[in-house]
């Protein structure tokens, strides 16, 4: 029985993928920062393998970046609220150094979204106003970061009982337990 919550995580992933509009396509990324602050933002979710590695884009520059590097142990949330579904996912980031998988993966990103990678100035650089942003033409700053995940706990609201599942990688297996939501 506790696998079929496992069944229904990797299926609702999966369809975050393929399903328009599907709430977990926006996640929250959670990364240490300086000072072993809590850093939060929300990503696309891009990819998710079937041994649950989940991938996302970002610019080279930005901090997530840094705070990857100094510290790979991430969290991911997922929330669906109309079926009041909550998935948290902690794992480990690491930053793609293939350039041919980066290549092959930047031909798949839309023309119009290159623009998120080519900035001159790195993402949360200061400006005077957001019509001065300039793009480079020959270079990006695409970057490609796969969290390869190993815990996830699903917590579903229901009525009269909320259910909490959790599900921890041992050995390469995931092994589940029900937990006090």
């Known amino acids: 029985m506790i696998d079929t919550f496992f069944q229904e995580i990797n299926k609702e992933l999966q369809s975050a993928l393929t ?23 929300t990503v696309v979710l891009r990819n998710v393998s079937s041994d649950l590695v989940l ?12 705070h990857i590097l100094d510290h790979n142990q991430v969290s991911l949330l997922f929330y669906d609220p109309t079926k009041l579904l909550q998935l948290t996912i902690e794992g480990v980031a690491r930053i793609n150094t293939d350039q041919k998988i980066k290549q092959e993966l930047w031909k798949d990103v839309p023309t119009k979204s290159h623009k998120a990678y080519t900035t001159t100035d790195a993402p949360g650089s200061g400006i005077q106003n957001p019509d001065d942003i ?9 970057t490609v970061i796969h969290v390869e995940a190993r815990k996830v706990e699903y917590l579903k609201l229901n009525e009269p009982h909320h259910l909490r599942v959790a599900f921890q990688k041992e050995d390469g297996m995931w092994i589940g337990q029900y937990l006090v939501p």
């Not at 399903?19 to 933002?41: C, D, M, Q, S, V």
């Not at 991938?55 to 840094?66: C, E, H």
Request: hydrophobic fraction near 25%; charged fraction near 35%.
């Open 134 to 142: 300039e793009y480079l033409k020959d270079k990006d700053f695409f």
């Open 19 to 41: 399903t328009k509009g599907h709430p977990f396509k926006y996640f929250t990324l959670a990364t240490t920062g300086e000072e072993n602050n809590a850093r939060l933002r």
């Open 55 to 66: 991938t996302f884009y970002t610019d080279g520059r930005s901090k997530k970046v840094g």
